[in-house]
């Protein structure tokens, strides 16, 4: 929901072959199935703990509505080949395990 420009900035240090897309409107979030959390899973045990090492490592504030869980995928045309979907705040992309799908296209 942050700026094309935020994403890029995000894929520069994690991913640099990878395509950052903006969605401040929340449209591709709704398409892909990504929802709003509970309140377990947004403050529940380990989201404080992993929000403190996020901060410590310079992730910043969460950007538009905080409550939509994240969701990663590998997308070719229309068709949503691998996915990790967030299971909580604290959660974390497998970006190395969509990576290797990409390398394998």
Do not use: N, Y
Request: charged share 25%.
């Amino acid at each position: 929901m942050g700026t094309l420009e935020e994403g890029e900035r995000f894929f520069e240090e994690r991913w640099p072959e990878a395509r950052a897309v903006s969605d401040p409107d929340k449209v591709l979030f709704g398409a892909f199935g990504l929802e709003r959390g509970s309140l377990l899973q947004l403050v529940g045990p380990g989201t404080w703990a992993a929000g403190f090492r996020a901060r410590r490592h310079g992730v910043g504030l969460p950007k538009g509505d905080p409550r939509v869980l994240a969701g990663s995928f590998l997308v070719k045309g229309a068709e949503v080949l691998e996915s990790d979907l967030a299971t909580t705040s604290a959660s974390t992309p497998d970006l190395s395990r969509l990576a290797r799908a990409a390398e394998a296209l």
